[in-house]
C-alpha cells in the first residue's frame, strides 16, 4: 500500500481567507487527482496532474504536482461557503494498474 | 454524464447476515472498484475488478468477496457480517489505461448490529 498523508486534518475559517492543503507521500505516483466529497455523495473529481512540477489552475483553486511527483499541494483564495467539503487527494500507481491510493483527507468548513 | 448506482444507500444488518451491495454503472467502463470510507483513514480499496469475472484483490478484502458477471454490475458481498465492517461503502468505475478519471456512486451506508 502506499500511504498519501494530507494536512491539516481538519479546517476551519472565515469566509474570503486563503487556505492550502498538503498531501505527501514517499511513493512516486504516476499521477494525482483531487477530489471534493460533500455530505451524502462520493467524491467529485477536481483536477488530474501528471507531470512533476505541473501546475494547473480551476478558477478560485490552484493545484501543484511536486517536482518529485510524491507529493501535492491545493491552495484555494478568497473561500468561500461553497468550498466547505471533504478534500482528497489520490496518487496513480505506477506500476500501471488502474489503481488509485487515496489520501486520509482534509475537511474543510468556509464559515460565512 | 456518467451514472454509477449503488442499490442501497442505507442498511441495517445483524451481525452474521449474509449482505449484498449491488453497484451498475452506465459508461460501458472495464474498471470497477469497490471502497470502503472511515473517518481518518480515508477511502481503501477493498477489490477491484478490470474485466467481467476477473477480480484483483485491495489494501483490505479479509471478509469480503465480490462478483462480476456482467460488464455493468459489480457486487460486494459480506459472507457474514461484523461490526467492524460498518462503514460507508464507495463503488466506483473507469475506462481502462492510466490516469484515468474514477467515478463513484453515492455511496452506502451499512450498519452491522
Known amino acids: 500500500t502506499q500511504l498519501l498523508e494530507q494536512s491539516p486534518q481538519f479546517l476551519s475559517i472565515q469566509e474570503g481567507e486563503n487556505l492550502t492543503v498538503y498531501c505527501n507521500s514517499s511513493s512516486v505516483f504516476s499521477s494525482l487527482q483531487w477530489y471534493r466529497q460533500e455530505p451524502g455523495e462520493g467524491p467529485v473529481l477536481l483536477v488530474t496532474v501528471v507531470t512533476g512540477g505541473e501546475v494547473k489552475k480551476l478558477k478560485r483553486l490552484t493545484f501543484q504536482f511536486g517536482d518529485a511527483r510524491k507529493d501535492s499541494s491545493l491552495h484555494i483564495t478568497a473561500a468561500q461557503p461553497g468550498d466547505t467539503g471533504l478534500y482528497l487527494c489520490a496518487g496513480g500507481d505506477q506500476t500501471g494498474a488502474n489503481n488509485l491510493f487515496f489520501g486520509t483527507g482534509t475537511r474543510l468548513t468556509v464559515i460565512p | 454524464d456518467v451514472k454509477v448506482t449503488q442499490s442501497s444507500r442505507y442498511l441495517v444488518k445483524r451481525t452474521g447476515e449474509k449482505v449484498f451491495l449491488e453497484c451498475v454503472q452506465d459508461m460501458d467502463h472495464e474498471n470497477m472498484f469497490w471502497y470502503r470510507q472511515d473517518p481518518g483513514l480515508g477511502l481503501r480499496l477493498i477489490y477491484f475488478?478490470?474485466?467481467?469475472?476477473?477480480?484483483e484483490k485491495g489494501d483490505i478484502p479479509e471478509g469480503y468477496s465480490v462478483s462480476r458477471e456482467k460488464k455493468e454490475r459489480f457486487s460486494l458481498i459480506l459472507e457474514s457480517a461484523s461490526t467492524n465492517q460498518t462503514s460507508m461503502y464507495l463503488c466506483a468505475s473507469s475506462l481502462s489505461g492510466r490516469g484515468n478519471t474514477i467515478y463513484f456512486g453515492e455511496g452506502s451506508w451499512l450498519t452491522v448490529v
Open positions: 475488478s478490470y474485466d467481467v469475472k476477473m477480480k
